[in-house]
């Protein structure tokens, strides 16, 4: 698992609408909420990109992009901003690669059966490129405003 105070890994992968996203983009200019979820269009995942969108002005505010992780596609994710009407960015990470690099890819468990999934996972990145904050297995509901909260101190 990644720790704070350490270098974020790089990511070069396509957004919704298939435009190529890096973490250097952001570099020296923005600090970067990068959120892992498991699935687009699920309730959970649903309700956590809604309250994301519900405060991209205030994460604008103090100079901060919000960017969601998933395994689904350009496609899935374009249909998911549209049907919400969602004002995150959010890339798609077909291989996993990126899951693997910031270790949300795990073994979870519902109903006594273990699978591989994305564990709900949430980094805050400063402009220098550095994790300032590190939270796996977060819980969707209200975890928009903690991070802004986080975003705030920095």
Request: include cysteine.
């Amino acid at each position: 698992m990644l720790q704070t105070n350490t270098i974020a890994p790089e990511f070069n992968l396509p957004n919704q609408l298939g435009e190529i996203i890096s973490l250097s983009q952001f570099k020296g200019n923005k600090n970067v909420v990068l959120y892992f979820y498991p699935k687009d269009d699920t309730s959970g995942c649903t309700l956590e990109a809604q309250q994301f969108t519900a405060l991209i002005e205030k994460f604008s505010n103090k100079e901060t992009v919000v960017i969601g992780v998933s395994k689904d596609d350009c496609e899935s994710h374009l249909n998911f901003i549209d049907k919400y009407q969602l004002k995150v960015e959010l890339i798609s990470d077909t291989s996993g690669e990126l899951c693997e690099k910031y270790a949300v890819w795990q073994e979870k468990e519902k109903n006594g059966v273990k699978k591989m999934g994305i564990v709900r996972s949430t980094f805050i990145i400063d402009k220098q490129g550095i994790l300032v904050d590190v939270e796996y297995s977060v819980v969707a509901d209200g975890h928009a405003q903690v991070v802004l909260d986080k975003v705030s101190k920095i």
